[in-house]
């Protein structure tokens, strides 16, 4: 008996709750203002549902066969709905009798209400906690740890160009050279810390003119200042200040300042203007790169070969200030104005900036006036399928006490991506022109105006124009230097995918002097001058082909191949008037990122 009047008593709660079911399904969920409670609503009917059938199924094993039914369905779109104060249909007593109103449906029984507000606090406390938790993580002090380890095989030819005066160990052997990074940074709120070593970098041998080896397999080079690449603190707020050893590099990829200076520096984004969204820097640079003597740079093997650790740990005295201001007027365009100035602080007997590249204290001494300032204008965009890049720079100040400076150069790249050309994918052709100004063959070596472009401080990752020249011949790395001082080129480039995911770029570039030089001295008059005496004279450096691969291995390990082939124009003949022979180098390798 009490299993039937239980079943009973649930029967008739269920069918009670059914309305309300009915009533839920019929509202318009882009109506309701709380989603979560009409999802438990739903879940509160299925719950009745399923102890309608639990009911019928206990009534059907306790009573005897035959006496109990299934409850009565209700129509499939549930109870017949009667319009509040609309009157039933008249009874049996007849018309006359008074008409029975129907009563208007009661509202949510009283346990789903309940249950809506326990979810109602539920969620509540849910996200107190969630904004508590957020709270402490600000407060914590957070790490983040990245690197990079790049291994290579080196296999070069015939990279002095047959001029004994210019050959160095390295540019007719095959060799195994790493560089190792690894960066950690520590953040604290609107406060942060970067510290990263970069072996490889600096510590090697290394030859004028060229950007040298990376860390040689075969010989350990200890821990020193050389090291460290990045060492600096960060405030981000409402402006950015950073403070020690950090990256610089001017808008277009180094082709004045690029690499690591011990700096103070100061970012403000003043957001939108009338000119566009626009974010100035300003930065104090203290320059390094003088030599304090040549006696440990000879020792090694110098000249042209030597020690850059000999540079390191000296104090030069040299200044610059660092102006910037980066503008956006346009999604498709991005402008760069900067100005570079440098302050000498020097005099005579300090250390030697070696600006005329002899290694000799006496040919140009430190007289406290080399303050040369550079103005320039970087663009860069994307429109399309059409991406291009631009450079003018004016160089202009003092490179001695005597002697003025003013140059300039010009680079313009545009590239077109086809996207797909016959059998490759992301087909994408491009252009690129350089100019860089430079002295002619008759202008004294020690008076008059200097013409020849050049950077103030350019490492690894400056702007490049190919595998040999850019690399080998003229690199413009470190103090003072550019790979288009008196340099004109003309650069065609493709790059496709034959196969997917693995890239290949080839480019053939064309190399002239900008101003005509003596036959077999060399683009600029240093130390790897030829050897010829004859006084005709020639624009023609000679002809490079590259072609490089870069392929994936597996996730954060990447391959790349290297091919160069440069063939020596008459700047660089030989002492008997003949042509040099080409050069090649060929690299194999791969980069681990973390």
């Known amino acids: 008996m009490f299993v039937r009047i239980t079943g009973v008593i649930l029967f008739f709660v269920g069918l009670a709750l059914l309305p309300l079911g009915a009533r839920a399904e019929s509202a318009a969920p882009a109506k ?102 957020e709270e402490e993580e600000t407060s914590k002090v957070k790490f983040d740890f990245s690197g990079k380890y790049k291994l290579r095989l080196n296999v070069k030819d015939n990279i002095n160009l047959n001029n004994p005066k210019q050959f160095w160990t390295y540019d007719d052997t095959t060799y195994f050279d790493q560089r190792f990074q690894l960066k950690i940074e520590a953040t604290y709120g609107a406060l942060s810390a970067v510290f990263m070593l970069d072996k490889g970098n600096f510590v090697f041998d290394w030859k004028e003119d060229s950007q040298g080896t990376l860390d040689r397999w075969g010989e350990f080079f200890t821990t020193e200042a050389a090291w460290v690449r990045e060492l600096y603190g960060q405030y981000t707020g409402a402006f950015v200040f950073k403070a020690g050893r950090q990256n610089i590099t001017d808008p277009n990829k180094g082709m004045v300042l690029e690499g690591p200076s011990d700096a103070l520096r100061l970012i403000y984004p003043f957001g939108n203007t009338a000119v566009g969204r626009v974010t100035g820097s300003l930065s104090y640079i203290a320059v390094s ?102 450079d003018l720079i004016y160089l202009g100040g003092t490179y001695s006490q005597d002697r003025d400076l003013d140059a300039h150069a010009i680079l313009l790249r545009g590239d077109y991506n086809l996207k797909k050309f016959g059998r490759f994918r992301n087909f994408q052709l491009g252009l690129e022109f350089a100019r860089g100004s430079g002295n002619e063959a008759e202008d004294s070596t020690t008076q008059g105006t200097m013409k020849e472009f050049n950077g103030l401080w350019l490492c690894k990752e400056r702007r490049k124009y190919g595998d040999i020249f850019s690399e080998d011949l003229r690199a413009g790395y470190f103090l003072w230097d550019s790979n288009i001082s008196n340099v004109t080129l003309l650069r065609g480039i493709a790059s496709f995918e034959p196969i997917p995911d693995l890239k290949a770029t080839l480019s053939i570039l064309r190399l002239w002097t900008t101003e005509s030089v003596f036959k077999g001295h060399g683009p600029v008059r240093d130390w790897s001058a030829g050897q010829t005496v004859t006084t005709e004279k020639t624009n023609d450096i000679g002809w490079e082909i590259d072609l490089n691969f870069d392929f994936p291995i597996q996730k954060r390990l990447r391959g790349f191949i290297e091919f160069g082939y440069f063939i020596p124009g008459d700047v660089y003949a030989r002492s008997d008037g003949q042509s040099a022979n080409p050069a090649s180098k060929i690299v194999i390798g791969a980069e681990l990122a973390f």
């Open 32 to 133: 309701s203002k709380d989603e979560q409670t009409q999802k438990y609503i739903k879940q509160l009917e299925k719950r009745v549902s399923d102890l309608e059938a639990i009911v019928v199924k206990l009534l059907k094993e306790k009573a005897p066969a035959g006496t109990v039914s299934a409850p009565e369905k209700e129509p499939a779109n549930g109870p017949a709905k009667t319009l509040k104060g609309t009157a039933e249909p008249a009874s049996e007593a007849g018309d006359w009798d008074e008409p029975s109103i129907k009563k208007s449906a009661g509202g949510r029984d009283e346990d789903a209400r309940r249950r809506v507000s326990e979810l109602e606090t539920w969620r509540k406390k849910l996200e107190a906690k969630i904004t508590k938790k």
């Open 289 to 390: 790169g003088g030599f304090k003597d040549y006696k440990a740079f000879i020792d090694s093997g110098g000249p042209p070969a030597g020690d850059r650790r000999a540079v390191f740990g000296v104090d030069n005295k040299l200044d610059a200030w660092y102006l910037d201001f980066k503008i956006k007027p346009a999604k498709f365009i991005d402008i760069g104005l900067y100005v570079l100035k440098v302050f000498d602080k020097g005099h005579f007997g300090d250390p030697d900036l070696n600006l005329d590249k002899d290694f000799n204290t006496l040919t140009l001494p430190r007289d406290g006036h080399f303050e040369p300032m550079w103005i320039g204008v970087a663009l860069s965009g994307k429109r399309g399928d059409f991406s291009y890049e631009a």
